[in-house]
T-cell receptor
Framework: QQQVKQSPQSLIVQKGGISIINCAYE??????FPWYQQFPGKGPALLIA?????SEKKEGRFTISFNKSAKQFSLHIMDSQPGDSATYFC?????????FGAGTTVTVRA | ETGVTQTPRHLVMGMTNKKSLKCEQH?????MYWYKQSAKKPLELMFV???????ENNSVPSRFSPECPNSSHLFLHLHTLQPEDSALYLC????????????FGEGSRLTVL
């Protein structure tokens, strides 16, 4: 049973546009929500993360929005650049348990 | 440069071969993990080692055998694999087992013929 559902599976955005990836979870014990970025031929790397006591976290062009009541969180990539083309995984964590979404492949067209 | 190094990066093996994947972390972490990554699927946790002790085995077939001689090294021994085992095998480490902050290696791409 998939603990974290991620959508869309892929998206294409023009350079300068906004990429939005959504994730939903069921287990209310999750208390840490990281996003990982993976380039082709590389392993995933932690990009940004949020805890449920805040509704938004921003690091540069990357923003996580978190809706605790809806059990949803999303990643926004502002001013998308070709170098942002990668696969993005959301995840949800509680002590001793980390569940990943299936990933979203983002392609930024120049 | 990644603090988690995996070798080999690519491996092709027959169904009757025996091979091993190696992972080494230089981050001083206490927990190490093996994940399987297949296309369009979530990362699948295979094994977790915390302070060299195996703490989780996610119903992985016995043809995959992990070994953790110390907190810095992790092996995945492979024997009698099936073509459906072809995937990217990722090693990761974290400071402790109860954190969601994993540091991944670049993976070993395995093809089983």
């Amino acid at each position: 049973q998939q603990q974290v559902k991620q959508s869309p599976q892929s998206l294409i955005v023009q350079k300068g546009g906004i990429s939005i990836i959504n994730c939903a979870y069921e287990n209310t014990a999750f208390d840490y929500f990281p996003w990982y970025q993976q380039f082709p031929g590389k392993g995933p790397a932690l990009l940004i993360a949020i805890r449920p006591d805040v509704s938004e976290k921003k690091e540069g062009r990357f923003t996580i929005s978190f809706n605790k009541s809806a059990k949803q969180f999303s990643l926004h990539i502002m001013d998308s650049q070709p170098g942002d083309s990668a696969t993005y995984f959301c995840a949800a964590s509680s002590p001793y348990k980390l569940s990943f979404g299936a990933g979203t492949t983002v392609t930024v067209r120049a | 440069e990644t603090g988690v190094t995996q070798t080999p990066r690519h491996l092709v093996m027959g169904m009757t071969n025996k091979k091993s994947l190696k992972c080494e972390q230089h981050l001083g972490h206490n927990a190490m993990y093996w994940y399987k990554q297949s296309a369009k699927k979530p990362l699948e946790l295979m094994f977790v080692y915390n302070f060299k002790e195996q703490t989780e085995n996610n119903s992985v077939p016995s043809r995959f055998s992990p070994e953790c001689p110390n907190s810095s090294h992790l092996f995945l021994h492979l024997h009698t694999l099936q073509p459906e085992d072809s995937a990217l095998y990722l090693c990761a480490s974290s400071l402790d087992w109860d954190t969601g902050e994993l540091f991944f290696g670049e993976g070993s791409r395995l093809t089983v013929l």
